[in-house]
């Protein structure tokens, strides 16, 4: 079974991140990692792919300036291969752009039966990329699952919930979105480092993908950040001494606050 | 000249760092008071290929270098210094010498699985009476009349030697006399539980307590002739030709204790509040921590230009034996800065600092003390000493 994650390449968010003024949007311009949020997705796949007896698991991703370094962690993992879309006309690409340009990428992965993404990534956590591939795509789309497993064609998801989680099943191919307790990942070997450097890495620019340069970039949103500001410090609280009616005075407050 | 590590150290560091604080950190202040050998983790250190890296693939290993092997060393090292030796004497003294100079037989009987961190040798040649002067090597071994080597001796503080995945030991014995009249030392593989083969009871150690160290005994340990390492009477040759790895990886250690306790202070420095403010507030403080930024970053440059040479097959006797000194010495110089910059708390075991502090000291004495470094170094500037 041949499997497509969607692996995007973020700044380390160990070190400190910064916006540019000009666009008013976070700095990529630096070494770029896996999303942690990925790395579940690669496991996922891997162990699938295994499970399945065989298959190819591809990593797909679009990012700045041919940042190929996270793409190089998940090939360490044991992905087979990687397809970077890069390209200075997406500077500035929303979360639909993305979806675009990532669904025409997966689109060139021959036979890919299953496509996996995060929930949600560290960095721009829209969470909104997923369904939108899927619909691109015309494919089912499952969110949040915590398992999954694949049998006669037909793929079988917990999905968690906020009282437990539903069992979902739905016939390949499909997307599936998975959540951080989906399984543990591997930590790459050393071999896997040192083999990652010769795995097939296909580099496109948004004219191999096929999609409307119109779409995508700063234009293709129809939107704009018209300014960036610090979210406000946080008031503090109000302290009711409790000299014998403290419960009282809480009580008056949250009616206050129409919360009781 | 520009001089950074490339791409698959970075790749390995990150790895190593990721590993080194999700599965060691929270762990290293209870092995050390329980005195734990964590048998998981060097598994788990194994599955990461990190016993293999200087060894090329046909053994198993990973078909990289001396640099490397630093970068994963220094990264353990940072978070606990047991767990580093443990790699950096699995690889530089159970399994190199095996490599450098054993027989294609011994190589494949025994690398692959020292290579797959699925076992650990030790190498003993520190004797109660011959350390630095390994030359006065006592314990002693003779061939019978069906080839067996009968070993008779002692060894003293050796690592590695007694865990549960020690599968051997290779050890120096005097075999012979050369025509000098000089003692012959060969070197020999002693499988553990081979009788006759006695590992003591565990060091009370200053440091370093959840790295494994025993004495050992050998009463009649008689061994098959096919378990002698590389030629009779080229054991001390040998060994003198495989210390210089050892000494940058030792290096590399240092590197990672100053870079440990740096990190440390960093933190503690802004969080700390004394007369109202943070403790780093004080430039007696800061400048303590940028004389560590110092540090770091001198003993990272002697260690990795010291590992280039050796990877690029040029000399680096003098270099390793700088970067041994150098970077041994500021790492128990940092470690001192380190517990003095936590105050009360930085002498408190469970402190990581205070940890590497009791650990620190060793790494001045272990593969070769700082005065036989400086004997090394002398000898290269045509000094004459002896
Ligand atoms: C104003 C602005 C400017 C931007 N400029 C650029 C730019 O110049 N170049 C650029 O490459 N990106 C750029 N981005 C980021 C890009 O738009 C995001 O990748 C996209 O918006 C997805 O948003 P998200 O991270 O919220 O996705 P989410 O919906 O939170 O992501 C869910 C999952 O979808 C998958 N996914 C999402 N994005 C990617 C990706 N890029 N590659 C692989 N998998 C992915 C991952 O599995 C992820 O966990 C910019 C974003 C904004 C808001
Ligand atoms: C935790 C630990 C683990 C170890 N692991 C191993 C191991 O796995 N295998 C192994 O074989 N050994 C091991 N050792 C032993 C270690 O290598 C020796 O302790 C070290 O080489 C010093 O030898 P020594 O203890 O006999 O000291 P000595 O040689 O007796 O030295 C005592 C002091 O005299 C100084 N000195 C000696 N000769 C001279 C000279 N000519 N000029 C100037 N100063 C001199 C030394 O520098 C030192 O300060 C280990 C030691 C420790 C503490």
């Known amino acids: ?260 | 000249m520009t001089f950074e590590l490339n791409d698959d150290a970075e790749a390995l560091r990150r790895v190593v760092r990721d590993f080194a604080d999700s599965e060691v950190a929270p762990h290293a202040a209870a092995w050390d008071r329980d005195h734990t050998f964590p048998v998981d983790t060097v598994r788990a250190m194994g599955d990461l290929g990190l016993f293999g890296i200087p060894f090329p693939q046909e053994y198993g290993g990973g078909g990289g270098n001396l640099t490397l092997l630093c970068v994963a060393i220094e990264e353990l090292a940072r978070v606990d210094q047991s767990v580093a030796i443990t790699l950096e004497a699995g690889v530089g003294l159970g399994a190199n010498p095996i490599y450098r100079f054993g027989t294609d037989d011994q190589r494949e009987r025994w690398l692959p699985d020292l290579v797959g961190g699925r076992t650990l040798a030790g190498f003993g040649l520190t004797e109660p009476d011959a350390g630095s002067d390994a030359g006065a090597t006592r314990t002693k071994a003779h061939q019978t009349a069906d080839g067996s080597w009968v070993i008779n001796g002692e060894k003293a503080f050796i690592t590695n030697s007694g865990t549960e995945m020690t599968s051997l030991v290779t050890v120096t014995a005097v075999t012979g006399s050369e025509p000098s009249g000089r003692p012959a030392i060969s070197t020999i593989v002693v499988p553990s539980g081979t009788p006759g083969f006695e590992v003591g009871p565990s060091y009370r150690k200053m440091g370093w307590h959840a790295s494994d160290t025993h004495p050992l005994v050998f009463t009649d340990c008689a061994v098959p002739a096919e378990n002698l390492l590389g030629a009779e009477g080229r054991g001390f040759a040998n060994f003198l030709s495989i210390l210089d790895e050892g000494r940058v990886a030792i290096a590399a250690m240092a590197v990672g204790v100053i870079q440990g306790c740096l990190e440390e202070c960093q933190r503690y420095a802004n969080e700390r509040i004394a007369f109202g403010r943070a403790i780093g507030a004080n430039q007696a403080v800061a400048f303590a921590i940028a004389d560590l930024a110092v540090a770091a970053h001198a003993a990272r440059l002697v260690t990795y230009q010291a590992a280039a040479l050796a990877d690029a097959g040029k000399p680096y006797k003098a270099e390793a034996a700088i970067a041994k000194l150098y970077t041994t010495e500021a790492a128990v110089s940092a470690t001192r800065t380190a517990t003095q910059v936590f105050g009360g708390s930085g002498y408190m075991d469970e402190t990581p600092v205070a940890r590497h502090y009791r650990d620190a000291k060793v790494l001045e004495i272990g593969e070769g003390t700082s005065e036989v470094q400086r004997l090394v170094i002398s000898r290269s500037l045509g000094l004459p000493v002896s």
């Open chain 1, 1 to 260: 079974m041949n499997i497509v994650v969607c692996a995007k390449q973020i700044p380390d968010p160990a070190e400190p991140g910064a916006l540019d003024p000009q666009t008013k949007t976070l700095k990529r311009d630096g070494k770029l990692i896996l999303d942690e949020s990925d790395m579940y997705g690669v496991e996922m796949a891997l162990q699938l792919a295994e499970a399945a007896g065989g298959g190819e698991v591809t990593l797909v991703s679009m990012a700045p300036d041919n940042k190929v370094d996270g793409l190089r962690s998940g090939l360490a993992m044991g992905a087979a291969k990687a397809v970077l879309v890069s390209d200075p006309a997406l500077a500035g690409t929303d979360a639909l752009g993305t979806a675009k340009v990532l669904a025409a990428a997966i689109g060139k992965v021959d036979g890919a039966q299953l496509v996996l993404t995060a929930t949600e990534s560290s960095d721009g956590y829209t969470g909104t990329v997923p369904e939108q591939i899927a619909a691109i795509l015309g494919m089912p789309s499952i969110t949040f699952a915590k398992s999954i497993e694949v049998r006669d064609g037909t793929v079988y998801v917990k999905r968690q919930t906020d009282a437990g989680y539903d069992e979902v099943e739905c016939p390949l191919p499909c997307v599936v979105s998975v959540t951080a307790g989906v399984v543990e990942p591997r930590y790459p070997s050393f071999k896997g480092i040192m083999a990652a450097k010769s795995k097939p890495l296909d580099q496109l620019t948004l004219a191999d993908t096929g999609v409307d340069a119109g779409s995508v970039g700063w234009g293709g949103g129809g939107q704009e950040i018209v300014g960036i500001e610090d979210a406000p410090a946080r008031e503090a609280g109000e302290i009711f001494e409790d000299d014998g009616s403290g419960v009282d005075k809480i009580v008056a407050y949250l009616e206050n606050l129409k919360i009781v």
